[in-house]
């Protein structure tokens, strides 16, 4: 039996993200390309918001991205 876990593969310690709106998360900067880097200083595991409020557990970091507490 193969189970599928969905939420594991969007939540995963990013370098680089996807610019999602005009700013970039707060850590990160934004590299021209539309994405954002944090220069591999640090990874944190970012999930984009879509929107809504971060679901438990989760903070907002701006640019539309929530970071896993």
């Given at each position: 039996m193969v189970v599928c876990d969905l939420q594991a593969s969007t939540a995963r310690a990013?370098?680089?993200v996807?610019?999602?709106?005009?700013e970039c998360p707060m850590g990160?900067?934004?590299?021209a390309n539309g994405k954002c880097?944090?220069?591999g200083l640090?990874?944190?595991t970012l999930r984009?918001?879509?929107?809504?409020?971060?679901?438990?557990?989760w903070s907002s970091i701006g640019g539309d991205?929530?970071?896993r507490d």
């Open positions: 990013q370098r680089v996807k610019k999602l709106t005009s990160y900067i934004d590299t880097s944090a220069l640090m990874t944190y984009p918001a879509m929107g809504d409020e971060c679901p438990p557990g991205y929530c970071r």
